[in-house]
T-cell receptor, first 116, second 113 residues
Framework: SQQGEEDPQALSIQEGENATMNCSYK?????LQWYRQNSGRGLVHLIL?????REKHSGRLRVTLDTSKKSSSLLITASRAADTASYFCATAGDLGRGSTLGRLYFGRGTQLTVWP | SQTIHQWPATLVQPVGSPLSLECTVEGTSNPNLYWYRQAAGRGLQLLFYSVGIGQISSEVPQNLSASRPQDRQFILSSKKLLLSDSGFYLCAWRDLYNTGELFFGEGSRLTVL
């Protein structure tokens, strides 16, 4: 399966602390994306990292990608109560292979709770 | 700018009844469209995706079907709902020509009793 798997399933921290979530996948990818979902809402795209990139930053977010280990991590620095949500990684197939063109596969997510 | 609308937001249906969930996209043409299902506390399962009118790919065999009668309209249907069809259904479109990210609707929560 190409589906990503996030770890841990749940994470509970205090405001101001950093939160790190990990994602592992099984097949070659074109890019990996991270999404956020507030309870009962649709998902919102956070950041995309391409297979030829190793690290990317966006505000308080830092994403790393290790294609040799087929893993990625999402770091949220100086967390806030408003960061409480579920976070998902999603993998997009290797376009060169063609079989999964256009499809994104999601993991089960990490439920992050940030306490004030 | 592009927007995606999904309705109804909430639906309670008896077992054996039909289902129709609708999704429309505005502000873009020929989008790739997707239906995902999210069971309680679970990840997203890709159900269907479409690259154009009348072109539907099914990811998993199931009690559901999808149709794309117009370029920016994507419909999820069932003739007879099962209890296991309960879940949170999300429609999305993908910006393949720019960032490659998915844009999601607000979801439709279906409870089958």
């Amino acid at each position: 399966s190409q589906q990503g798997e996030e770890d841990p399933q749940a994470l509970s921290i205090q405001e101001g602390e950093n939160a790190t979530m990990n994602c592992s996948y099984k097949t070659s990818i074109n890019n990996l994306q991270w999404y956020r979902q507030n309870s009962g809402r649709g998902l919102v795209h956070l950041i995309l990292i391409r297979s030829n990139e190793r690290e990317k930053h966006s505000g308080r977010l830092r994403v790393t990608l290790d294609t040799s280990k087929k893993s990625s991590s999402l770091l949220i620095t100086a967390s806030r109560a408003a960061d409480t949500a579920s976070y998902f990684c999603a993998t997009a197939g290797d376009l060169g292979r063609g079989s999964t063109l256009g499809r994104l596969y999601f993991g089960r997510g990490t439920q992050l709770t940030v306490w004030p | 700018s592009q927007t995606i609308h999904q309705w109804p937001a909430t639906l309670v249906q008896p077992v054996g009844s039909p289902l129709s969930l609708e999704c429309t996209v505005e502000g873009t043409s020929n989008p790739n469209l997707y239906w995902y299902r999210q069971a309680a506390g679970r990840g997203l399962q890709l159900l269907f995706y479409s690259v154009g009118i009348g072109q539907i790919s099914s990811e998993v065999p199931q009690n559901l079907s999808a149709s794309r009668p117009q370029d920016r309209q994507f419909i999820l249907s069932s003739k007879k709902l099962l209890l296991s069809d309960s879940g949170f259904y999300l429609c999305a479109w993908r910006d393949l020509y720019n960032t490659g990210e998915l844009f999601f609707g607000e979801g439709s929560r279906l409870t089958v009793l």
